[in-house]
DNA sequence: AATAAGTTTGCAACCCAGTTGCACAAATTA
DNA sequence: TAATTTGTGCAACTGGGTTGCAAACTTATT
């Protein structure tokens, strides 16, 4: 198995099973955040569960983040090594309604807002609606 | 009181049945966002397909808008009559993870950020998780 | 008024992503 | 080795959302 992957699963202290390994892999060669159904498909046969699981556990342990952007299936898409997923770490994602694909905008972070008094951020969802680039001609 | 009601109905050009009126007169007295579940609660007994199909003819109409909170209940809140659910002015919403209750930062809108190149937005999702005034003290 | 056409409502059945319980397998520790 | 912890697989369930269809109601036409 690939080197890199491995070194992502140490660095965020998470055990590399077999399981692991093959999913971190499917999700990092992505172009676009997947949902659980989708990465099933992915897979001969796979047991839904376990997938379910490992996602749980990446996000739980910052290998990936998770999107919500409105579709009803929740979207993952891998964090940076160094990722902490703090609210000023986060980045903007763009759900096309079109192609139906949620991309995570990683040059836009998140702006800062200034909560009302006594407030507490803890993680921030933003999700832009509408037409990404390739769906927006013609 | 029913006054009101009728009026934004008027004015969001949807036929005021006893029904719209009697769900719109209570999404105007909530103090924060409600899904359609807690919406069904609030009859003695209600068919959730009816609720169901009056917050879609609403949320087409823009008699009010939907927030996807990330606790997989989509929440629902009362637009201004002026309201067009336009990207620039939508506001920015918090969802507090000790109280469970979604809110209208009104006063707070989305900022204006800037997409890749050719990108089109419709609809913007913004909401900060973490704990509301009333939560984080004590 | 009577009829026809369109709209709204209610019931039942369904969909599907997510989740839980439990048993078995694999890895870790004593 | 034996005991303990951790990971995996199967099945069954949950719950919010959605659809199909028929009855009730409203509006337009004759
Ligand atoms: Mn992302
Ligand atoms: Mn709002
Ligand atoms: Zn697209
Ligand atoms: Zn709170």
Redesign the pocket.
Known sequence: MKKSIDKSLEIKKV?P????QLVLDILSKQDHAI???ELEMQFAQ?????L???LKTFVDKKVIHSIDDGT???KYAVCTDTCHCNPSELHVHFYCIKCGKTTCLTDIPIPDIQLPENYFAENINMVVKGLCDRCNRG
Chains 1, 2 share one sequence.
């Open positions: 055990k099973t077999a399981m692991r949902g659980l159904p796979a047991d839904r569960t376990t379910y699981r490992t009803g299936t929740i």
